[in-house]
């Protein structure tokens, strides 16, 4: 039998990836990635590394979990290493119990390898600490998406604490009004964080009384976390983060040539929300449908030729991406 690496991807931005989830990354056979999974991961991966996508969008998902968890049994039984990567850390909110619980009964081995979950990823490059001696001496992750009869006790975890609600801007209004309900001050601040760690974060402050009114007005989405506590009143204007060079340029890379990880750094450490294609005939086929998948859901409104002939080559700058991924 092979083995089955869990790999948390981090938040967002490539660098969140643990030193042994890059070696892990370098070494799969097979690579099972989601939708929240930053793609140039995928840039790691060896020449004779399969990519499958289980990408989980809202209400639609393009592999079922039954699906998934027989798709890991196939995969682990076969003398091959095989990657489940995860956005965050698999073990936050990711499934990985249900996962791992198939493995076990198939005896097939596995390790898990945590990654940088986006409580604090997202708090940290949007300026909020999720403890302060002053204002917070406790943090709660919470998932917005409760069992029915479940309740949370947010009176008392929001009291000299913080509380990280994952993926809870669909449920907004019925969190709102709980926390009104068991009498949490109206007035506790409140930070809503979409796309954290990428260059197109955006972070919205508000309170209990207004978040739900602020969340509309910005017209924010999932992925977003929300943050609760007095901790948020350390952000004071733009973090270190949004003041990066590059931070909210959304540039996409064209090359004749494999674009390295490297290269995508050296974009995402200046703040850049970026992404490289490699066009030509001898272009990496595996990537097609991974550049496909992701175009569909992300746009940029910057390209950078690193092949200079490709900007005479190509007169419509799109066209070269119609034609080799379509």
């Known amino acids: 039998m092979g083995k089955v690496y869990f790999v948390g991807a981090g938040s967002g931005d490539p660098e969140l990836l643990t030193l042994k989830g890059k070696r892990v990354l370098e070494s799969a056979d097979i690579i099972i990635y989601d939708r ?71 005896r097939i081995s596995y390790e898990i390898v945590p990654g940088v979950t986006a409580a604090s990823a997202a708090s940290s490059y949007s300026g909020i600490p999720l403890t302060h001696r002053e204002h917070s001496s406790k943090v709660t992750l919470a998932t917005a998406h409760r069992q029915v009869g479940e309740t949370i006790d947010f009176k008392g975890l929001t009291e000299n604490g913080t509380m990280c609600l994952y993926m809870g801007v669909e449920k907004v209004k019925s969190t709102q009004q709980k926390l009104l309900e068991q009498h949490v001050a109206p007035q506790l601040p409140v930070a809503i964080v979409e796309w954290g760690t990428l260059g197109r974060q955006r972070t919205v402050t508000a309170t209990v ?37 590059l931070f909210g340029h959304k540039i ?53 030729y690193l092949d200079q002939d ?14 080799q991924i379509k």
């Open 252 to 304: 996409l890379l064209l090359d004749t040539e494999k674009i390295t990880f490297e290269t995508i750094l050296t974009y995402t450490q200046k703040g850049a929300d970026v992404y490289g294609i490699q066009v030509g005939d001898n272009r990496d086929l595996r990537f097609d449908e991974v550049h496909k998948q992701y175009l569909n859901d992300h746009y940029f409104d910057e390209m950078v």
């Open 36 to 106: 929240l999974v930053h793609p140039v991961l995928l840039y790691l991966a060896k020449d004779s590394a399969r990519f499958i996508y289980s990408g989980k969008y809202p209400k639609h998902h393009v592999l079922k979990q039954r699906n998934i968890n027989q798709l890991l049994l196939e995969e682990g039984q076969r003398d091959q290493i095989v990657v489940r990567l995860k956005g965050g850390d698999p073990g936050v909110f990711g499934r990985v119990g249900e996962e791992i619980n198939t493995l076990q009964n198939a």
């Open 209 to 245: 009384q207004t978040m739900t009114k602020v969340i509309e007005a910005n017209k924010i989405q999932n992925p977003s976390l929300i943050i609760l506590g007095d901790v948020v009143s350390c952000r004071n204007g733009a973090d270190w983060y949004e003041q990066l060079p």
């Open 310 to 323: 490709l900007m005479t080559m190509y007169k419509d700058q799109w066209s070269v991406l119609n034609e």
